[in-house]
């Protein structure tokens, strides 16, 4: 019922001629999710806030739509999807030649592929690729009449992942305009702990955020804990942020499988690794495999436990992702492969609901988080979760979460044996008392924040 009053709700609101309305208007920035579709953490969040946006804000005074980068400045879109942007479109001329630039650079002589492949030459080709395609876009438009045109008192929040894009001309030309511009901070872990990540990723990070701290009227954060930590640091490593003195403010994100609804039944590999007897306890990790996730700890502890003839089964859910060559090696080599440990990289979303619903515990070992969506999607759906001890889980797991300590090689073991010999001392909330905003309720949130921020 709420999806079909929904879908109404959008059609009504995109009827309306945006540049005639009375009510404030808000633009969403989604880019990046609109160009690659993707359903991990951030284009989830992208696709779901945008999609609701529009139903929701007139019911809260004001109009909201989605737009994306284009070389005469911004434009807007219809709905997300899962649908790639069109591959045609000249305003992602310069990714897709990128694409295949990388793909060629792999298969060149390792030092002329190496070259081709830092950081820096990238980004040098990606800026000279996009404005080619500017080029190409502007003669093909021949005029600014598709291009947004912003007024007085419009808020741009970029809300998507936007230092892929060459955007700030636009963002200027908005603030010119008379706009407000409003920053999703989703985390500061480039700037912070930069060996986590890759150095084009890091570059690309900094570059942007030395533009954010410009021209950022407000930053919204994905938790209570980025939010003080965006204060504190921003402040730190940009002194200058501090004479703009921008407001800073949090909301929370959805809880729910949104695509789950969508899909048909598990796969028979994945029903085969839950379809075990109770004693033989599944656990499971969800997220890309990249460092600051921190597999090898999670093998570690499993492997210390089945050395104690722990009978327990390790479920790893997620892409592969960045610095993941040697952690995927240790996996797809392992004796225990495809017996207690199991390593799935496409399970979709209903695919995630059936291993929560199953598993015995989501163990989530992060090094670092901006909020940690896995958390909230399990427990919202009865599954108990054992996190490392992140101020960022506590916040958003509270008391309903059993957590271990990284600092200690053993800490997780431990758990792993109690549990399996029955002896487990858990002083967690009862799962059912749970509760978390759905994606409706995470838009609603973050528009309250928008009124509440964007305002002179």
């Not at 999609?51 to 807007?76: D, H, K, L, Q």
């Not at 533009?211 to 919204?220: G, N, P, S, T, Y």
Request: charged residues 25%.
């Amino acid at each position: 019922m709420r999806e079909e009053s929904f879908s109404r709700a959008v059609s009504r609101a995109d009827t309306g001629d945006l540049q005639e309305t009375a009510m404030p208007r808000v633009f969403l920035e989604c880019t990046y999710t609109w160009a690659y579709a993707g359903n991990t953490g951030i284009q989830r969040v992208v696709r779901n806030i945008v999609n609701y946006a529009g139903a929701i804000a007139p019911s809260m005074g004001m109009v909201c739509r989605p737009a994306v980068r284009a070389a005469n400045g911004w434009r807007i879109i219809p709905q997300l999807s899962l649908e790639r942007a069109p591959a045609n479109n000249p305003e992602m001329l310069g990714a897709t030649l990128l694409r295949r630039a990388r793909g060629l650079a792999l298969n060149l002589p390792r030092p002329i592929g190496r070259v081709l492949l830092h950081h820096r030459v990238k980004r040098s080709l990606r800026l000279a690729v996009w404005r080619i395609g500017d080029v190409l876009t502007m003669w093909r438009d021949r005029s600014s009449r598709h291009a947004l045109k912003f007024q007085e008192a419009d808020i741009l929040l970029l809300l998507d992942s936007s230092w892929h894009f060459p955007i700030w001309r636009g963002v200027i030309r908005a603030k010119q305009q008379g706009a407000r511009i409003g920053v999703v901070l989703y985390d500061l872990i480039p700037l912070l702990m930069p060996d986590l990540c890759v150095p084009e990723h890091v570059a690309a990070f900094k570059a942007w955020l030395d533009q954010v701290v410009r021209h950022a009227d407000f930053f919204l954060c994905i938790s209570r804990t980025v939010a003080e930590e965006a204060r504190e640091q921003l402040g730190l490593h940009y002194p200058e942020i501090r004479t703009r003195r921008p407001t800073f403010g949090s909301f929370r994100l959805g809880a729910e499988l949104d695509l789950a609804k969508a899909v048909d039944s598990p796969r028979p590999a994945l029903r085969a690794v839950f379809e075990q007897p109770e004693r033989y306890r599944t656990y499971i990790t969800v997220g890309t495999i990249e460092p600051r996730k921190n597999h090898n700890y999670l093998l570690d502890a499993f492997d210390s436990a089945w050395a104690r003839g722990n009978k327990a089964k390790l479920c790893i859910i997620g892409k592969e992702g960045w610095k993941c060559g040697a952690v995927l090696q240790r996996i797809r080599a392992h004796q225990q492969l495809d017996k207690n440990l199991f390593l799935f990289h496409d399970i979709n979303d209903g695919e995630l609901q059936y291993c929560y619903q199953r598993a015995h515990a989501l163990i989530i070992p992060s090094i670092a988080e901006g909020f940690g969506l896995p958390v909230v999607e399990a427990l919202s759906l009865g599954c108990r979760v054992w996190a490392s001890d992140l101020p960022v889980f506590q916040e958003v797991g509270g008391d309903f979460c059993l957590y271990f300590d990284l600092r200690s090689a053993e800490a997780l073991t431990d758990l792993l044996v109690k549990e399996g010999g029955g002896s487990s001392n858990e002083t967690v909330r009862p799962l059912a008392e749970f509760r978390w905003p759905d994606w409706q309720e995470s838009c609603v949130e973050l528009l309250r924040k928008i009124d509440e921020l964007g305002a002179d």
